[in-house]
């Protein structure tokens, strides 16, 4: 097959899956700039990045971020449990619930508490939730998944620095600036509190490591952890940045 008409054929089928599903509850019709009319944002695509998990295209932002002003608690964007849709759990106004899920789909916007500790905010864990694109979860707007572990170490071996900015927000920089995440902070998965906010960065990857645990990022002005081995539980809010590869 045309390597052209490879392409345009899984664009359209990537559409048409958004359109019929109503996936991550975004519009179908999605283009450059990245509108998402329904989620009241708006997304740029980031040049591409070539690294040894393949060519990567990252959103210029994190998800819910409502500017990319690292100036401002704007670029923050929204901190989600991972696995979870975008259900209103994930904005920092959100009110709180100690009655874990026994449903993937939540069906109320309430960010679950872990009272119990048992590292998840489902009853039952399940894996699949956020696999690639078609993961029954996928917060990303069409086209677009979460990066993997994987993936996120092979941008990470381009480079990168932890870098604060003027209003004294920390940030990473990662291969001379083609990739900027801001330090959002965490949401505690025992209390429902805010933590580290502008002071450190906690981004979620799409990889289900174990029964309540899945693969992330987290990184400070004093270190940055990579290796699958460092691990997240699934009730902490994380930031998510959405990537496409090619």
């Known amino acids: 097959m045309n390597r052209n008409l490879y392409y345009l054929t899984a664009f359209v089928l990537s559409i048409i899956f958004c359109k019929y599903t109503n996936a991550q509850n975004y519009d179908a019709n999605f283009a450059k700039p990245i509108i998402t009319e329904k989620g009241q944002y708006v997304y740029l695509e980031l040049p591409p ?19 990319t002003n690292l100036e401002t608690s704007d670029s923050w964007g929204d901190l989600y449990q991972w696995g979870r849709n975008t259900d209103g759990h994930e904005k920092r106004y959100s009110d709180t619930t100690i009655n874990i899920s026994n449903l993937a789909e939540v069906n109320h916007s309430k ?3 872990d009272e119990k500790k048992s590292n998840d905010w489902l009853s039952s ?24 572990q994987k993936e996120w170490r092979a941008v990470l071996n381009l480079g990168y620095e932890v870098k604060m900015n003027q209003s004294g927000y920390y940030y990473l920089s990662i291969a001379d600036g083609k990739l900027i995440l801001p330090c959002g902070g965490l949401r505690s998965a025992y209390t429902g509190n805010f933590q580290h906010i502008g002071t450190r960065g906690y981004y979620w990857a799409s990889d289900a490591v174990s029964k309540g645990t899945s693969g992330c990022i987290d990184f400070n002005k004093e270190e940055i952890t990579t290796n699958i081995s460092i691990f997240g539980y699934r009730c902490f809010g994380r930031s998510v940045r959405c990537v496409r590869s090619e």
Do not use: H, M
């Open 111 to 113: 960010f679950i508490v």
């Open 49 to 67: 990045i070539k690294t040894e998990a393949g060519v990567l295209f990252f959103l210029d932002r994190n998800l819910g971020a409502t500017s």
């Open 125 to 148: 864990s399940e894996a699949s939730l956020w696999q690639g694109e078609k993961g029954t979860n996928n917060p990303c707007p069409c086209g677009y998944r979460l990066p993997t």
